[in-house]
């Protein structure tokens, strides 16, 4: 490990000025430039010496006896991985006396407001779009990528949810870790006992109901009518991340260009309006905890009790879900090695069902297509305030190594980003890798301009669910139209909040 960090260190050079603020000082070096316009995991041929040495930053000489602090994800904590992390780190450069601790700090810590006082950390773990936006304000270090061991391993579409733009040269900075986005979760002990023969129909030895969005819909329908308070699939449409997935699948998008120009704002486009309609349709067989944050609270404990069937979410809770269903069948008798096992028999985590085109989840034999769900690349920066760059450099190589990251999925049950590690776990990991790498999961846009996307989202979302519970003549959403004006109306709220409210025009 320590002779590759020491050959990425001196070939790992990158434009600092640009960033960090960083003179020519240290800057003379071999001279190798390597922060070059169209540089990627897809550039081929000869590449432009349009970078600038960083060897001032990253020297190739490791400093010694330093303490790293490092701001981990709180469910990493807590389920012990990011101890496992550090210890292995700490051991395997004692010699150098580097010593890698917890931050100790909200895992949704403000580097722009810690960082320049010296309460910031130096190595930090965050979703794409909230280390991205460190870009602007000079707060992180760009990252030698291409010289690192994980970067043929990780596919195109992660590293770029990490590239920024300078002057026409591209700069990577952070280094992806694992894949966020949507996946069904259910309890396979709750499917009909007929299942096999009545909701099988192609008979693959898969439920249609976790295969498509108009069985399920039909299942749900079932278990509301029995009226005993529960409910077939459950989800709090309130949430932007999970719902705009929706209006992606029929054209919608969040900014032009790929996610990277602000001045088009893009929920109401192509047929967003259809996606919307059927989270409407599909909040209809909820109760009204779907408009706030309710079931999303409630989901652990609400799926293992046996109210709700299904749910959707991310990967990384797959651990907190398996718990409590453990903890429930404890309750009723079971030793923890019997309840264990069968949790993990019984929770099921798959992709997201399809959509039918038509967007009509009553019909019958529809066209599928595929959701594409919103998705981000949680990964680690290095904070540019750090007095051990080379160091920190070191540690994220470390982190993003195959056995740290297959244990980090085996722990936390997280999509590692690495390609290699994906096939290796198989399963959900597998799937969701060749989603993000098929262009399924569309990645939060990695631009400042998206912190103004959530409220005026969020507040049309909650607004679509209510319609579900008024009365017929107090509806707002009757028709596809009147939906569609909505979303325009969306647009033109994040429009102004980010060119005329956040003044970012």
């Excluded at 309130?238 to 088009?264: A, E, H, I, K, R």
């Excluded at 109306?489 to 994040?494: L, M, T």
Aim: charged content about 20%; hydrophobic content about 40%.
């Amino acid at each position: 490990m320590r002779k590759k960090l020491t050959a990425l260190l001196m070939t790992g050079v990158l434009c600092a000025g640009l960033f960090c603020g960083c003179g020519s000082e240290g800057a003379e070096g071999t001279g190798q430039q390597t922060g070059t316009e169209g540089s990627g995991p897809d550039a081929g041929g000869e590449k432009e010496n349009a970078g600038v040495d960083l060897s001032g930053i990253y020297s190739g000489e490791l400093e010694r006896n330093v303490t790293i602090r490092v701001l981990e994800n709180d469910t990493a904590i807590e389920q012990g991985y990011f101890q496992e992390l550090i210890d292995a780190f700490n051991a395997e450069y004692a010699e150098y006396g580097i010593v890698a601790v917890d931050a100790n700090m909200d895992q949704y810590s403000n580097l722009a407001d810690d960082g320049p006082y010296g309460y910031g950390p130096d190595v930090l773990y965050q979703a794409n779009d909230v280390l991205m936006k460190y870009v602007e304000g000079k707060h992180i270090y760009p990252i030698p990528a291409e010289s690192m061991e994980c970067f043929p391993q990780i596919t195109e579409n992660a590293w770029n949810a990490y590239q920024a733009t300078v002057n026409g040269v591209r700069y990577y900075m952070g280094v992806p870790v694992n894949v966020q986005s949507s996946m069904l979760y259910y309890r396979k002990d709750l499917l009909p006992e007929d299942w096999e023969t009545t909701w099988d129909k192609n008979g693959n030895k898969i439920p249609d109901m976790v295969e498509n969005w108009n069985d399920m819909y039909k299942y749900s329908q079932e278990i509301a009518a029995k009226n005993d308070g529960h409910f077939g699939y459950m989800r709090s449409l309130y949430d932007v991340y999970f719902s705009s997935g929706f209006l992606f699948s029929y054209g919608g998008y969040v900014f032009g260009d790929n996610n990277t120009n602000p001045d088009d704002i893009g929920f109401s486009a192509g047929n967003a309006e259809i996606g919307a309609n059927v989270l409407l349709q599909q909040a209809a067989l909820m109760n009204e905890g779907c408009i706030d944050d309710s079931i999303t609270v409630g989901a652990y404990s609400r799926l293992a009790d046996g109210t709700y069937f299904a749910t959707m979410t991310t990967p990384d809770v797959y651990t907190l879900f398996l718990k409590e269903l453990r903890l429930a069948y404890q309750a009723e008798g079971m030793d923890e090695a019997q309840a264990q096992a069968l949790a993990e028999e019984n929770l099921v985590i798959t992709q997201v069902p399809k959509l039918p085109a038509s967007g009509d989840l009553t019909e019958e034999n529809p066209e599928l297509i595929p959701l594409k769900a919103m998705g981000g690349v949680n990964g680690y920066a290095i904070s540019a305030y750090t007095k051990a760059p080379n160091a920190c450099l070191a540690f994220v190589e470390f982190a993003v190594s195959y056995d740290m990251m297959l244990r980090r999925n085996e722990l936390l049950g997280i999509v590692p980003a690495r390609n290699d590690v994906a096939q290796a776990v198989g399963g959900v990991s597998e799937i969701m890798y060749n989603n993000l790498d098929a262009g399924n999961i569309v990645v939060m846009p990695s631009i400042r301009a998206v912190e103004q996307v959530w409220t005026p989202g969020r507040t049309f979302f909650e607004d679509l669910a209510k319609d579900a519970f008024r009365p017929e003549a107090e509806k707002k959403y009757k028709t596809l139209q009147e939906i569609k004006d909505g979303l325009a109306a969306v647009d033109a709220q994040i429009y102004d909040a980010i060119h005329t409210l956040a003044g970012t025009d």
